[in-house]
Nanobody, 124 residues
Framework: QVQMVESGGGLVQAGGSLTLSCAAS????????MGWFRQAPGRARIFVAA????????YYADSVKGRFTISRDNAKNTVYLQMNSLNPEDTALYYC?????????????????WGQGTQVTVSS
């Protein structure tokens, strides 16, 4: 079992930045990759970014490439999502999740452990 706790969400103006954190605990994450997903009201949850825990290899949705950066601190068992140049379309509940690395990083179906989510609201 892996516990995931997100933090760092909030209200920001368009063009601003936020950094989300996700603290994971409960097991060794070396066989996992960590992902960020988001869900806007009335819409499906979608992939944002992922990182392989050991190699640090990263993956991004096209909509966030060049604006968002995912990183991890192995010592702290924490994953970060640095979000720059935010726009109102980025408004959503952001979730972090952990998936065995045998699954495709962008597919939500492989993610076994999910946090409760942290709200990001971008005003225009």
């Amino acid at each position: 079992q892996v516990q995931m706790v997100e933090s760092g969400g909030g209200l920001v103006q368009a063009g601003g930045s936020l950094t989300l954190s996700c603290a994971a605990s409960g097991r060794d994450l070396s066989g996992y990759h960590m992902g960020w997903f988001r869900q806007a009201p009335g819409r499906a949850r979608i992939f944002v970014a992922a990182i392989r825990w050991v190699s640090g290899l990263t993956y991004y949705a096209d909509s966030v490439k060049g604006r968002f950066t995912i990183s991890r601190d192995n010592a702290k068992n924490t994953v970060y999502l640095q979000m720059n140049s935010l726009n109102p379309e980025d408004t959503a509940l952001y979730y972090c999740a952990a998936s065995p690395s045998t699954y495709p990083p962008a597919s939500s179906s492989g993610y076994m452990y999910w946090g409760q989510g942290t709200q990001v609201t971008v005003s225009s």
